[in-house]
């Protein structure tokens, strides 16, 4: 990773990289019979591979919210404000896997970054698991934009 570049992408579960194979191939199958709508069900399998996330350039002082489908992003670059303080906090995360009528919700526990702004306006800037590489993040964006961090993983917040 570059040291002024930091990227955030949503992992894609395994259920829904499960469904997007099982259409790719469904898909397939129907093209080799002679079908024109395995083509829709291969397009299809696209958007069950699909990531989402945000990207942060220090060094120009950038920062875009994408989408990213096969490692190729999409989204446009805005000027980063001036970035009053980060926060690290603690977060459970729900994601939804649907198919058809079935729905199941999977929830994670995270650590979350964001880059405060103008008072309460907020940037998602990292998202993990892991504790110590949260506070790892946060203190080289403090470090590079002279900035707070405020941990907000316990229930006393606390400025460091």
Known sequence: MNNNKIV?????HFMRSIFGIAFFFMGIAWIV???LFGMIFC??????????????DLEIRKYRTFT??????????????????VSVFST??????????AEAIVKNDIIVLNLFYNGNHRIK????ADKEDAFKIAKQIAGI???????????ESKWI
């Open 125 to 128: 800037a990292y998202s993990t």
């Open 145 to 155: 934009l002279k900035i707070d961090i405020l941990d907000a993983t316990e229930a």
């Open 92 to 101: 459970t995360e729900a994601v939804a896997v649907r198919v058809l009528s």
């Open 43 to 56: 397009g299809m399998s696209i958007f069950f591979f699909n990531k989402d996330g945000s990207e942060i």
């Open 68 to 85: 990213e489908v096969f490692g190729f992003r999409f989204g446009s670059w805005d000027d980063l404000p001036e970035i009053e303080y």
């Open 8 to 12: 955030f992408k949503r992992k894609v």
């Open 33 to 35: 019979t002679g079908s």
